[in-house]
């Protein structure tokens, strides 16, 4: 996903999403309203350029209540400090063509080391409080 491409999947959500991201730093947390998630998507794009590489997609259930699983391995470059790779995978829940639920796994830890040091190189928003509500 690209910058850019976030604001098409923002079209996607239900108006009560609920979107989780592991982790003790400014992207971790969990969002309950489609405003907060697209305010985490913004902030996810101040701090990276990011690319991932779609390993496979698995769904189950009837086309009104989907379970998505999907593995990738993300390419992360901060807006300071050395690039790196993450291997994750995503479940999503879409209900009724949009989704309710989505939830990132990946090694949290990469994100909080990065954050910290877009902190220490004074990038303020990298130290900031998780966008929860």
């Not at 259930?61 to 994750?88: F, Q, R």
Request: hydrophobic share 40%; net charge negative; glycine share 10%.
């Amino acid at each position: 996903m690209t910058r850019g491409d976030y604001s098409v999947a923002l079209d996607g959500l239900a108006d009560d999403v609920h979107h989780v991201f592991a982790g003790d730093h400014p992207l971790g947390g969990e969002r309950h309203s489609r405003d907060a998630v697209r305010r985490w998507f913004e902030r996810v794009f101040r701090l990276y350029d990011l690319r991932f590489d779609v390993q496979r997609v698995f769904v189950a259930g009837p086309p009104w209540d989907l379970s998505v699983g999907v593995e990738w391995i993300g390419h992360a470059t901060p807006k300071a400090g050395d690039p790196y790779v993450n291997e994750g995978a995503h479940i999503i829940r879409i209900r009724r063509g949009r989704v309710v639920y989505f939830h990132a796994y990946e090694d949290s830890q990469k994100v909080a080391d990065a954050c910290r040091r877009m902190a220490a190189a004074g990038i303020e928003e990298a130290g900031a409080a998780p966008i929860v509500d």
